[in-house]
């Protein structure tokens, strides 16, 4: 893993390739994230952050939109994936 500290999912640009860390938050937003694939261990992929409004991201191959106070409750570790490169690169391209 590139960094060792815990970054905050709502924060994270286009792109950004992750590992979940930890959900904070109440047992029924574990059990909602769990249920859209969103665990600890789980390589996630920023795909849109406009810093306002829903973020959209790839966990387990299905593109999940996120409101921002859920994913400011999700802490992510990046990782290096070849997948966010394509993601990266097409949003540059933009």
């Known amino acids: 893993m590139a960094s060792a500290q815990p ?4 924060e994270l640009p286009a792109g950004f ?3 979940v860390a930890r959900v904070h938050g109440g ?8 249920a859209m ?3 600890a261990g789980t390589e996630i992929i920023v795909l849109q952050n406009r810093g306002f409004g829903p973020m959209l991201a790839r966990v387990r191959d299905t593109r999940i939109a996120l409101g ?5 409750l999700v802490t992510v ?3 290096q994936s070849p997948d966010a ?3 990266r690169d ?3 391209a933009r």
């Open 90 to 92: 097409a949003t540059e």
């Open 77 to 79: 570790y990046e990782c």
């Open 27 to 34: 047992r029924e937003l574990g059990a909602r994230l769990a």
């Open 68 to 72: 921002r106070g859920q994913a400011g």
């Open 37 to 39: 694939g969103l665990t």
């Open 7 to 10: 970054l905050i999912l709502s």
């Open 85 to 87: 490169e394509v993601v």
């Open 17 to 19: 390739c992750g590992v």
